[in-house]
């Protein structure tokens, strides 16, 4: 499944992937995202799945990995705690859920000259 | 030796090959019989076909040169042979390089007494997939049940790392015999993290004895009516044994200020020259410098990338033969400044950090036997084998059996006893144990039933070694699949931390009909940073077949791409159609060949590029702007690869790879440069698709998403002054995600695609069907009825035609 890039952003936050505070010292994660990676392997029922604003996701150890690399990495991690402090959703409209690689109504304004997809078609 | 954990690591390396092994507590290297920590990557087939490897075949190499090969490991990953004459024997570049790992191997049996079955061998940073895959199949041939591979630079961190755990910033310096690798690293509470990586894949202690030669051939060819050149292949003999010589005369240079290169009877062509002068550590200065400022220049560019500058690098580790050479330790000293780290062996340190990883891998050396010890209920363990962690965690889960298993495990070790732990009802426990610092720790495991009788459980011990804590390798290249826009979709960023494993559903652009072996689906699998895909480079394709198809895929339909990538680099890739039918294999899996033909032409093409970029720049020179300074550089760019092509003309091999892979990277940056010239119409294009999207949200935005564009609209401001197409690149695609955010919002967008959509009905793949699909859309409209609206629309966009030119150069991507 391939979300919108912002979506993406807060629905796997590295902190809510590895369910510690924005304020864990390195040593803190690094520990619990080996401990998860443990436990996904062994197939351990409590951490399959994880919470977000968005709704209850899917826990992979690849999402795992990834969230400990992101957080070794000062400056992202510095931007995954301003999404990880989002306030509840403000939209009022609802905003497709599911994005697919092939769908090129994406970029369907575009293709008809229209706006701001054309920079994609180059 | 027997009790202690053995663990293998082996540098594969272009010109020496190196085994270590770590016990735990410290690493011993691997000798050869003649008592040498290095295995020169040299292989001989004499005419009984008897294979001779290390140090012995090398002393044929220039007595014997048609039946002895070095270097190839420049070659892994092509389908080039290698011909030994006399036994009239051609080999692929891994069959020569299992030869090197079975000769390791035989030595491992000899030092220690057993075959090792696991290893973990060092792969460049920069190796390409097909060339990681290449040196899997040659551990695979020599042997070897399992290995994983390790990137150079990290095992050279993890080596010096081993040793001192100081925090900070580190740079390892790489100077192999074929390729260059530059890594930054952070150590810093006993966790080893790979900042970043760069490198060269054309330049190595073979370009510094090539520049010597060059030199040689100057001198040789002084005064007389036609010069001695390397492209003529009529003086491919006499070039092998100068190359040889100089090579010598390098390493004695290192010791001393001067030395004779003597080499009587070499024949250029029909001209008979007997070498004979004094070569000094100053000429190789003069001749390498140039060199070693292409190495620092990719070190500056390394740091930049990462936000950082040389005062901020707390030392420099030197890895490589050719990191002795003086000139290359004083351009360093004087140009980067930090110290070099000392007491470090730069020919052994890459094997030294591979039998480290090995451990941190939990991969013993020794095949798996099943000891009496090991007789009891079996438990599933998952625990770091190597971590800085003082209280690591160790997850289990015991089989489920019929007899009643532990209700508790208690881990213990020689003055220190653990908690009772319990175990779930579904058989599983975490536990914490309690480690000493930098040693090998051995826990026994006591389960305990609910009587409070013993459980036998097997493993009963668990080793766990106190060092560092390796973070994931990050992939030096992002990987994608090349679409039939032209376009790639990246699957894993670079950088992204390995293991990595992605799947994205596409569409298929053509119907393949089941049995039908000339109508092929083709998925390329490409790797490289470019949003073009022609500019990526092609390491693979999954291919499918009509042959294979048990029914047919229509176009338009969705098929379901899996990429994973191992923690060594190795791909692996899936399709699953529609049907549900899955594909596997990866044809191909080749550095693409390079016939000098197709250099010939790509040269052509690139120069008539290049004297656009000039004619351009001229012009506007004239009205005042500033000259691009870049240009010179493709020009030295192409010069050289026209050398390479030369090269490659008169059968190097090894030339027409390096020659490929230089155009691919000048064709790319000439692509950049030429949208630079296009700057003014991105910058117009920036900002209408900005006001849009202010318009856009200032309707149907958030408050959050508002701050955002405010944020990325004065990044854009400030890309737009600094000329930087890349940044403003990335700004447009942010701005134009929050505008897609709030689009699709407006009650209307999906009427306004939709009418869109209609209105170029003609043109639509199958008429019928769009037809069909108008039909039902402006009935949702009707009703109001938004998905069906949706769907509609979807399906109407995705049946708009592909245009073949482009999708060829899409590698002929079957996918959109």
Known sequence: ?122 | MNDRPFYLGIDLGTTNSAASIFDGSQTHMVRTPQGATLTPSVVRIDSRAVITVGARARQSLESDSENVRSEFKRLMGTKQLLRFRASGKSLKPEELSAEILKSLRADVREQFGFDPAHAVISAPALFELPQSAATSEAARLAGFDRVELIQEPIASALAAGWTDETSGTWMVYDLGGGTFDVSLLETRDGLLRVVGHDGDNFLGGRDFDLAMVDLVLERLSSGRPRAFLRSDSRNADAIRKLKFAVEEAKIELTRVENTSLQIPNLQFGDVNVDVDFEVSREDVAQRCTALVDRSIAVCLRLLEANGMHPAQVSRIVLVGGPTAMPVVRQRLSETLGAPLAGGLDPMTLVAQGAALYAASANLDARPTVRTISDIGRRVWLQYPAMTSDPTPYIVGRVSEEKASGPASVRFEREGWTGAETPVTQDGTFVASVNVLPHRTNEFRILGTASDGSAVHLSPSTVRIIHGLTLADPPLSRAIGVALASDRTHIYFERGSPLPARRTFLHEVVQTIIPGSDSSVLRIPIVQGEYEKAHLCRLVGALEIRGSQLASSISSGSSIEVTLAVDRGGRLSAQALTASGQVFEEISHLLVPDAPAETLDQAIRDLRKRLSLLFNDAFQKRNKGSEFPAQLGGFELSLTEAERDAGAARAGDADAAQKARRRLIEIDAELDALEQETQFPKLEAQAVMELSMAMALLSIHGTSHERRLLDEAASALDQARKARDVPELQSRLQQIQSLARAAYFRDPDAWKQIFNMAASRINSARDLPLARKLVDQGRIAIERGDRETLMQCTRQLVNLMPVDEKIRQLGHDSGLR
């Open chain 1, 1 to 122: 499944m391939y979300l919108p890039r912002i979506a993406r952003a807060i629905a796997e936050n590295p902190f809510f992937v590895l369910g510690v505070s924005t304020e864990c010292a390195r040593r803190e994660f690094e520990r619990e995202g080996q401990k998860l990676l443990a436990m996904l392997a062994l197939g351990l029922a409590e951490v399959q799945t994880y919470a977000t604003p968005l709704g209850d996701r899917i826990r992979t150890p690849e999402l795992v990995l990834h969230s400990m690399a992101e957080l070794r990495n000062p400056s992202r991690r510095l931007l995954h705690e301003i999404l990880a402090a989002l306030p509840p959703s403000e939209i009022r409209a609802p905003y497709p859920t599911r994005f697919e690689a092939g769908d090129r109504w994406i970029e369907a304004p575009g293709l008809f000259g229209y706006g701001w997809f054309q920079q994609g078609r180059k």
